[in-house]
C-alpha cells in the first residue's frame, strides 16, 4: 500500500513537470514513457534496500531538467526565471495573446491586493500597539477604515497607471 501512494507521487511529480507543455500525443507518449523509466527504477531501488524516500529523492533527481528534456525531444520552450513554458507557433499565437493579457490582469491584481495586505496588517498591528501599549483603543480604530480607504485609492491609481501604459 505504501508503494501504491510512492507510485501516485512519482505521478504527480510527472503531471506537474508538464503543467505548462501543450496536451499532444507526442507529449502524452513522453509522459508515460518517463513514467514507467520512474517507477522501474523506483521499484529498482527498493530491492537493492533503498527506503521509498531515498527511492524517491533519487528518482526525482535523475530526472533531469524540463529543458534538457524538451531540447532533446525538439519540443520549443520558453524559459522564465523558474518557469517553463511552451512557445507557441503562430496559429496558436492569437490565444496566447488573449491569455498574456488575462495573466497580466491577474499579475495587477497581485500586486493591488499584496499591497493592501500590507497596509491593512500595518493597520492593524498600528491598533494594536496603540490600544494594548497606551490603552488608546477608541481613537485608534479610526486608522482600519482610513487604511481601507488608502487601499481603495491605491487600487484605482494602479489601475490608471496600467490603463496609460497600454
Known amino acids: 500500500m505504501g508503494t501504491l501512494s510512492n507510485l501516485d507521487k512519482i505521478q504527480n511529480y510527472i503531471q506537474n513537470m ?3 507543455l501543450p496536451k499532444t500525443p507526442e507529449i502524452e507518449q513522453l509522459k508515460q514513457n ?3 523509466t520512474m517507477e522501474d527504477k523506483f521499484t529498482e ?3 537493492r534496500g533503498k527506503n521509498a524516500d531515498e527511492a524517491l529523492g533519487i528518482v526525482f533527481s535523475e530526472f533531469g531538467s524540463m529543458e534538457e528534456l524538451c531540447e532533446e525531444m525538439g519540443i520549443p520552450l520558453q524559459i522564465q526565471s523558474d518557469k517553463i513554458s511552451f512557445q507557441p507557433s503562430e496559429k496558436q499565437s492569437s490565444e496566447t495573446e488573449a491569455e498574456i493579457k488575462n ?9 493591488t491586493g499584496n499591497i493592501c495586505g500590507i497596509i491593512m496588517m500595518l493597520a492593524v ?3 494594536l500597539i496603540l490600544g494594548l501599549w497606551k490603552n488608546l483603543w477608541h481613537p485608534a480604530w479610526a486608522i482600519l477604515p482610513v ?4 487601499c481603495g485609492i491605491i487600487s484605482n491609481v494602479i489601475h490608471l497607471f496600467r490603463k496609460q501604459q497600454k
Request: with cysteine; proline share 0%; charged share 15%.
Open 45 to 47: 531501488l527498493l530491492s
Open 18 to 20: 508538464f503543467v505548462n
Open 147 to 150: 487604511c481601507g480607504i488608502l
Open 103 to 111: 495573466t497580466t490582469q491577474h499579475h495587477d491584481e497581485d500586486i
Open 34 to 36: 518517463i513514467s514507467d
Open 125 to 127: 498591528i498600528v491598533f
